[in-house]
């Protein structure tokens, strides 16, 4: 990472997956950047566009309004690893290293600093371009909230919003139709949108990745309730929970993505194996998306808007190889390196885990 005298041009892109924040924070980025007298460029489609090239000059027109429109202004990709290009050969998909392209276009531009937002594999990117000589300071983004290095990332609030209400609404047609509902969340490794908006939205069994489940206690819970004259059972589980000694269920893979593999289809197994067992009427529905499309809450447009604007801050203090975190309720800054060590995973010592458990949730076994 070079220093250079007073930074004049930054760059900022947006990586992996959607979510809600993602324009409060350009925003956060670019209305001090702009006061600092700073040229702003923005880079599409998160990493894709460093390697082919392709950005525009953003301007406070471009950010006005912003704050509380979903999705990028940028746009974003997950299949835009500069290390891990795929490229067609022959029609076959072959993996290249492009990082040298990525490269030769930061320094094209002109830029004395890029902004990154995105999640685990946007630092683990950042990290190997920083290694090249890139100067870069992280925004932490994923609704899965599986940061280690911070407390909260943005955009998990505005899921669990999503979460909450389509149980809120589950719940009347559940108890209208004397059903068990099971709805299925987002949550590969990590349970936090299930715990949370389990716990936010009443469920009866919450199913996370962390915990693998037994089929006997989901079914002994259903119907415990359903002898106590209760008329519903609401079930919440994460893409990535499995009963013990089974397997992820995996919905398609994709070799153009970093990560090619897509989980899905677990509520319906669940669902299916719940009716047979218990003979109880059993549906299920897949938010999928909907978590990550939106206007993102209040609190996540505050979050955002103090992550973009630490963000330049470091930039400008050339605090490089740096990337923001929320401690203590405060915003505060870690290394990428350390940032991307851990994933955070739900504890049986976690608090929302505690309560959920005091207030009767059932996680799919009789030892918790």
Not at 162 to 185: F, G, N, Y
Request: include cysteine.
């Amino acid at each position: 990472m070079a220093k250079v005298k007073k930074i004049k041009r930054i760059g900022i892109l947006t990586g992996g997956g959607d979510c809600p924040g993602l324009n409060a924070v350009i925003r956060g980025v670019t209305k001090p950047a702009l006061d600092h007298g700073l040229k702003v460029l923005g880079i599409l489609d998160g990493f894709e566009g460093l390697v082919t090239g392709s950005a525009i000059e953003v301007y406070d027109k471009d950010v006005s309004g912003i704050l509380s429109q979903g999705g990028t202004i940028l746009g974003s990709s997950n299949k835009g690893d500069p290390f891990h290009w795929p490229v067609e050969i022959d029609g076959q998909i072959r993996i290249t290293d492009k990082s040298k392209e990525a490269i030769a276009n930061y320094n094209m531009w002109g830029l004395d600093a890029l902004i990154a937002i995105g999640g685990d594999g946007t630092m683990h990117i950042s990290k190997g371009l920083m290694e090249l000589g890139m100067n870069i300071v992280g925004v932490p983004k994923t609704i899965d909230n599986d940061l280690e290095a911070t407390e909260l990332t943005f955009g998990h609030d505005s899921a669990v919003y999503v979460v909450t209400e389509a149980m809120d609404r589950l719940r009347t047609t559940a108890s209208s139709h004397h059903r068990v509902m099971v709805i299925e969340v987002m949550g590969r490794y990590a349970g936090w949108i299930a715990l949370n908006g389990g716990l936010a939205g009443g469920a009866d069994i919450i199913l996370i990745p962390e915990m693998p489940f037994e089929w006997d206690a989901v079914y002994e819970k259903v119907k415990r309730r359903s002898m106590l004259g209760k008329k519903y059972s609401i079930v919440c589980v994460a893409e990535g929970a499995k009963p013990k000694g089974g397997e992820l269920i995996i919905k398609k893979t994709d070799v153009k993505r970093t990560d090619p593999i897509q989980l899905g289809g677990v509520a319906e197994i669940v669902a299916k194996s719940i009716e047979k067992s218990t003979g109880l009427e059993t549906r299920y529905t897949v938010l999928g998306h909907l978590q990550r499309g939106g206007t993102p809450t209040a609190f996540d447009r505050i979050l955002s808007t103090k992550f973009g604007t630490s963000a330049i801050d470091l930039a400008i203090k050339q605090k490089f190889g740096r990337m923001v975190a929320l401690k203590c309720n405060e915003v505060r800054s870690v290394t990428i390196e350390s940032a991307i060590q851990n994933q955070k995973l739900v504890k049986l010592t976690d608090q929302a885990f505690i309560s959920a458990k005091a207030v009767g949730v059932c996680f799919g076994s009789k030892n918790l």
